[in-house]
């Protein structure tokens, strides 16, 4: 299985920055894909930014320009860089891997999440 820590969450003014990284282990030969969700109060979990393993990124609309993914595969490390922070990036982020198959494990594995408030 995957296990994945998340780094880096805390409070910031908006208009401010803000970097979060996530270190995998476990069986990180499977992964192709790392990235990042965020849930706010009362909203469903929404993809934010993800990374396959040969370097395509997608981003959410609402973060286009502002947030910058990056992954370090040697590290097994996931990186978001997010500037410009507005008060509705205020959530819950979690960090996720997605793996081409396992054994007796979900392809799917979550960190337990950072909170990431921008508040004046």
């Known amino acids: 299985q995957v296990k994945l820590v998340e780094s880096g969450g805390g409070l910031v003014q908006p208009g401010g920055s803000l970097s979060l990284s996530c270190a995998a282990s476990?069986?990180?030969?499977?992964?192709?894909?790392m990235g990042w969700y965020r849930q706010a109060p009362g909203k469903k979990r929404e993809l934010v930014a993800t990374m396959t393993n040969d370097g395509n990124a997608t981003y959410a609309d609402s973060v286009k320009g502002r947030f910058t993914i990056s992954r370090d595969n040697a590290k097994n490390t996931v990186y978001l860089r997010m500037n410009s922070l507005k008060p509705e990036d205020t959530a819950v982020y979690y960090c996720?891997?997605?793996?081409?198959?396992?054994?007796?494990?979900?392809?799917?594995?979550w960190g337990q999440g950072t909170q990431v408030t921008v508040s004046s």
């Open positions: 996720n891997s997605h793996s081409a198959w396992s054994f007796n494990s979900p392809l799917d594995a």
């Open positions: 476990g069986s990180v030969f499977a992964i192709n894909s």
